[in-house]
């Protein structure tokens, strides 16, 4: 059973540049979301969707854009990448907005 | 604001029993969580807590106190393998995770 899976595991990004990351998930769960993790702070939502055609904003929306199209795919954009957005980004979904939320394995982008 | 603390790191050694604290501070209250996450990999769901109590699963517990915003994660037996950062996260208003920082716990031999 794949669960949620992201691509890529990791990037390097020129400032400016725009990217994708991407996140499907095959548990047929309704709510998605994408967090950033920093050093020495806690996990911070970015967007998130609780089902498909839906998406709201986090706590750390700014410079960033997403999609859900259908129940399996959440895709992240951004428009153009600045270095504070060097950062590991996780996907996550659960079948409902209040239960358990399952990660997957993150990706590593580095903007310069 | 909505505010989440858990010491940053703590040590204990193998076998023994280790207790990590979590205060909050919230826009409501949907419930508490606790994740494992082993260092370059991604969280893991532990526990959850709602009402307040000891739930117990296997070695590990957790504890919830919602008149004081309190919670702990207790580890029973440590092993080499519990070395990791657990975070505690709690469920607002909107259904939404606010996450501490994390705790790293450092197990040794």
């Known amino acids: 059973t794949a669960g949620i899976t992201q691509a890529p595991t990791s990037q390097i990004l020129a400032a400016g540049r725009s990217m994708t990351l991407r996140c499907t998930q095959d548990m047929r769960h309704n709510a998605m979301y994408w967090y950033r993790q920093d050093l020495g702070l806690g996990l911070r939502l970015i967007h998130y969707s609780n089902t498909a055609g839906t998406t709201g904003k986090g706590e750390v929306p700014d410079g960033y854009s997403v999609s859900r199209a259908n129940t399996d795919d959440f895709p992240l954009t951004l428009a153009s990448a600045v270095p504070s957005q060097t950062s590991v980004y996780f996907c996550?979904?659960?079948?409902?907005?209040?239960?358990?939320?399952?990660f997957g394995p993150g990706t590593r982008l580095t903007v310069l | 604001g909505q505010n989440i603390d858990q010491p940053t790191e703590m040590t204990a050694t193998e076998g023994a029993i280790v207790q990590i604290n979590c205060t909050y501070q919230?826009?409501?209250?949907?419930?508490l969580f606790w994740y494992q996450q082993h260092a370059g990999e991604a969280p893991t769901f532990l526990s959850y807590n709602v009402l307040d109590g000891l739930e117990e699963k296997g070695r590990f517990s957790s504890f919830l106190s919602r008149s004081k915003g309190y919670s702990y994660l207790l580890l029973k037996e440590l092993q080499m393998k519990d070395s990791a950062s657990y975070l505690c996260a709690v469920m607002d208003s909107n259904y939404q995770l606010i996450w501490g920082a994390g705790t790293k716990l450092i197990i040794k031999p």
């Open positions: 996550a979904s659960s079948d409902s907005t209040e239960n358990e939320q399952f």
């Open positions: 919230t826009s409501g209250f949907n419930g």
